[in-house]
Nanobody, 119 residues
């Protein structure tokens, strides 16, 4: 199984993007997941996560602007990003724990998708 991230691009400040992270083949579902980002010269940081019981958590810098969700019917994790700022510019990575078969879960990273916010 691979995670395929998409949805990044160039957007003006104040704009929106929806990032997607899809499993490459049919699985049972997404147990938990998160989105991370890494800006040039900076460490990778957690942006948002959703837990097994659907609790969500966000970095202070994105609270109220970003929303994480998952669709187990589509085997896809999403990050809706609104009111984007130039400081949101980074490569965004998804990470998910997938139920690959009933009762068996495994963690995976996506390949990253670049978000560039112009001022």
């Amino acid at each position: 199984v691979q995670l395929q991230a998409s949805g990044g691009g160039l957007v003006q400040a104040g704009g929106s993007l929806r990032l997607s992270c899809a499993a490459s083949r049919s699985i049972v579902g997404i147990r938990a997941g998160g989105w991370y980002r890494q800006a040039p010269g900076k460490r990778r940081e957690l942006v948002a996560r959703v837990t097994t019981d659907s609790t969500t958590d966000y970095a202070d810098s994105v609270k109220g602007r970003f929303t994480i969700s998952r669709d187990n019917a589509k085997n896809t994790l999403y990050l809706q990003t609104n009111s984007l700022k130039p400081e949101d510019t980074a490569v965004y990575y998804c990470n998910a724990v997938l139920w690959v078969v009933p009762g068996v879960s495994q963690g995976y990273w996506g390949q990253g998708t670049l978000v560039t916010v112009s001022s």
